[in-house]
């Protein structure tokens, strides 16, 4: 039973570039959620996916945004990258109405310049 | 979602019992109590979750006195391996994947 994959595991971007990450849940989840953690940080939530559709956002600007496909894989994407982006990103996966744990991604490492 | 307060930094050596305790004064009613492990440079694990009294299982227990105000998060007899970082977080059970963290104890097992 394949966990929660992320990809790539690390990459570089330079300023004002822009980035995708990918996600697939553990199987049998249906809900996709997207964390950063900056170094020394909590993860912080950006928003979750379910159903192709955006159900929760955090405090994160518009330059985040994300899309669920219907085989309930995920991508993240980030805008105009700043050198403040650089984090781990996290994915999250659970089955919405179950009432399972939430499983993590090993995550994506970003590193802007 | 009820914040939560746990120490900064614990240190302990191999073959102690660890006790973590989180302080969560505002819980509600729904809320569940969740223990998650980090390791660096990779995603959060979760340890244990309960709801009150004591949770039990093969890696740790969880203990939630009547008030559920706070909550203890103990580790039998750590490891070097046991190194990390341990999140306690509060919440609606299954809310979708919306977790709020803090900042974490950060705990140091030496031999």
């Known amino acids: 039973d394949a966990g929660v994959t992320q990809s790539p595991t690390h990459l570089i971007k330079t300023r004002g570039q822009q980035v995708t990450l990918r996600c697939s849940p553990k199987s049998g989840h249906d809900t996709v959620s997207w964390y950063q953690q900056a170094l020394g940080q909590g993860p912080q939530f950006i928003f979750q996916y379910y159903e192709e559709e955006e159900r929760q956002r955090g405090n994160f600007p518009d330059r985040f945004s994300g899309h669920q496909f219907p085989n309930y894989s995920s991508e993240l994407n980030v805008n105009a990258l700043l050198l403040g982006d650089s984090a781990l990103y996290l994915c999250?996966?659970?089955?919405?109405?179950?009432?399972?744990?939430?499983?993590f991604g090993e995550g994506s490492w970003l590193t802007v310049v | 979602l009820a914040k939560t307060t746990q120490p900064i930094s614990m240190d302990s050596y191999e073959g102690q019992e660890v006790n973590i305790t989180c302080s969560h004064n505002?819980?509600?009613?729904?809320?569940?109590i969740t223990w998650y492990q980090q390791f660096p440079s990779q995603g959060p694990r979760f340890i244990i979750q309960?709801?009150?009294t004591k949770v039990t299982n093969e890696v740790a227990s969880l203990f939630i006195p009547a008030d559920r105000k706070s909550s203890t998060l103990s580790l039998p007899r750590v490891s070097l391996s046991d190194t990390a970082v341990y999140y306690c977080?509060?919440?609606?059970?299954?809310?979708?994947?919306?977790?709020?963290f803090g900042q974490g104890t950060e705990l140091s097992v030496k031999p």
């Open positions: 505002n819980i509600a009613t729904n809320d569940y």
């Open positions: 309960g709801y009150k």
């Open positions: 999250a996966s659970s089955f919405r109405v179950s009432g399972n744990t939430i499983y």
């Open positions: 977080l509060v919440g609606v059970i299954n809310q979708g994947g919306k977790l709020i």
